[in-house]
């Protein structure tokens, strides 16, 4: 069952949201927590579908939540809401990747008409043997709009796709184009493909073709050169025989 995470400081809000929410109790777990440090360590011990935060919080605010999620888990869709709501506000919390944007007092049939069309938005799914350059001509063709994360046994990186197009990746060391060519050279990978998509700005701006093209040529290059087998120095050997 999809899980939603209701993250607020204030119990009363935690405890009117979770009743409004009862009645769907067979489509969703409702979960709960007091402010983002909770929600984060929450989501590293379970799966999150949804996040409902609000903004104002002890601890760990709404918007450093976003940047935690960002970070750690970016296919974790993100809902925010604050009674103290601003024009400033609202754009910031979507330029750090909120998917909606509440102001209190909620209403509450639109909330949940957000929530089941989130939570039914995207399919879910982890595939292997396959190539990453075929699966992301795939997404291009389906125009579909998710997030990828790639992982081999000892690294991984994630890539945004929007609309069929590439828009951004990220690994531990680089970000933007020089990211995607680094996880197009990389064998034996795992395709994790979250339904959402939480990056809004286009960083990457080529063809994906041209991406593919110089991807594989980067890969090529890598897979010759493991291949070379450094020449022996003989010039230090001064004991040497000439067999006649």
Same mark, same amino acid.
Do not use: H, W
């Given at each position: 069952m999809k899980k939603v995470l209701i993250v607020d400081d204030d119990a009363v809000s935690r405890g009117l949201l979770s009743r409004v929410m009862k009645p769907y109790a067979a489509d969703f777990e409702?979960?709960?927590?007091?402010?983002?440090? #909770?929600a984060a360590d929450m989501m590293t011990r379970q799966t999150i579908d949804l996040i409902?935060?609000?903004? &104002?919080?002890?601890?760990?605010?709404?918007? &450093?939540?976003?940047?935690?999620?960002? &970070? %750690?888990? $970016?296919?974790? $869709?993100?809902?925010?809401?604050?009674?103290?709501?601003?024009? #400033?506000? #609202?754009?910031?919390?979507?330029?750090?990747?909120?998917?909606?944007?509440? #102001?209190?007092?909620?209403?509450?049939?639109?909330?949940t008409d957000a929530i089941f069309e989130q939570l039914n938005s995207g399919a879910e799914g982890v595939m292997t043997g396959i190539s990453l350059a075929s699966f992301l001509q795939l997404l291009e063709m389906e125009r579909k709009t998710?997030?990828?994360?790639?992982?081999?046994? %000892?690294?991984?990186?994630?890539?945004?796709?929007?609309?069929?197009?590439?828009? %951004?990746?990220?690994?531990d060391q680089v970000k933007g184009l020089q990211a995607a060519f680094e996880m197009l050279s990389w064998d034996q990978i795992k395709i994790e493909v979250s339904g959402v998509c939480r990056k809004k700005d286009r960083v990457i701006r080529q063809a994906l073709m041209n991406i593919l093209m110089e991807g594989l040529k980067i890969k090529d290059e890598k897979d010759q050169k493991s291949r070379l087998r450094p020449l022996t120095d003989f010039s230090s050997r001064k004991n040497v025989r000439t067999l006649r």
């Open positions: 409702i979960l709960t927590a007091k402010d983002g440090a #909770e409902i935060s609000d903004l &104002q919080m002890p601890v760990m605010d709404g918007f &450093q939540l976003l940047e935690y999620i960002d &970070q %750690n888990f $970016p296919g974790t $869709p993100v809902f925010m809401m604050t009674a103290f709501s601003s024009k #400033e506000t #609202e754009e910031k919390a979507y330029a750090l990747g909120a998917f909606k944007f509440f #102001e209190k007092p909620l209403n509450m049939d639109v909330l998710c997030t990828l994360k790639i992982s081999t046994p %000892n690294k991984s990186g994630t890539i945004y796709f929007r609309e069929g197009a590439m828009i %951004n990746a990220a690994t």
